[in-house]
């Protein structure tokens, strides 16, 4: 058993406890392979590059409203995110007001939590006057490409010193629910760092 591969993946690999082996005949990192919701994201948009204002804000905001919760919940629900928040257009965000507020609190396809809605209007006020590109406040934070591509989940960290100093500029211009962890996962969704682990069949080679 040890000798057979599905494609370039050993199978003793993609049974590991860092990668789960799909029907599909594809090894991933194992936490996206448990659900199908789960397994587009992580093939689709987890550890790629974005470098869009809108989406970036709106990813800014999703991992906010993640902060105590699974990012499958927040997947499941971000068409009834969008909806409520105009698509995350940062100028309509930032005009919405307190009646916006009272409306969202009673729509059930979000999370219900004041403190982040308020944060997200206030947000995108301080991304509407930034006076510059989210994207490239953001990208000035990325670190550089590890040497060698981690193997284990274990191994992924959930704080470095880059998310650290990411959250303390965003935080010094008046940004909420920007934490540390929450700006690493951040990090690792919008793809400023690639922490596909070794065997997934996302993981392109380092170095």
Not at 80 to 87: E, I, L, N, T, V
Not at 148 to 155: H, I, N, Q
Request: some cysteine.
């Amino acid at each position: 058993m040890s000798g057979e591969s599905i494609g370039a993946v050993p199978v003793k690999a993609a049974e590991s406890a860092s990668l789960a082996l799909g029907d599909d005949g594809l090894a991933r990192c194992r936490w996206g392979g448990a659900d199908p919701e789960y397994r587009r994201y992580h093939d689709e948009e987890w550890g790629r590059a974005l470098r869009d204002d809108r989406l970036l804000f709106e990813k800014l905001c999703l991992e906010g409203f993640q902060s105590g919760l699974s990012w499958l919940t927040i997947l499941r629900r971000r068409p009834a995110f969008r909806a409520a928040f105009h698509d995350f257009d940062v100028d309509r965000v930032a005009v919405m007001g307190e009646h916006d507020v009272a409306r969202l609190l009673a729509d059930a396809g979000i999370i219900r939590h004041r403190g982040k809605i308020e944060a997200t209007i206030s947000n995108a006020r301080i991304t509407r006057d930034l006076g510059a590109s989210l994207a490239e406040l953001i990208w000035s934070f990325a670190p550089e490409p590890r040497g060698a591509r981690l193997r284990e989940l274990g191994d992924v960290p959930a704080i470095t010193p880059e998310s650290t100093a990411l959250s303390r500029e965003l935080r010094t211009r008046g940004y909420k629910f920007v934490g540390p962890t929450t700006m690493y996962a951040l990090m690792q969704s919008a793809g400023l760092v690639d922490d596909h682990v070794s065997g997934c069949h996302r993981a392109t080679p380092t170095g």
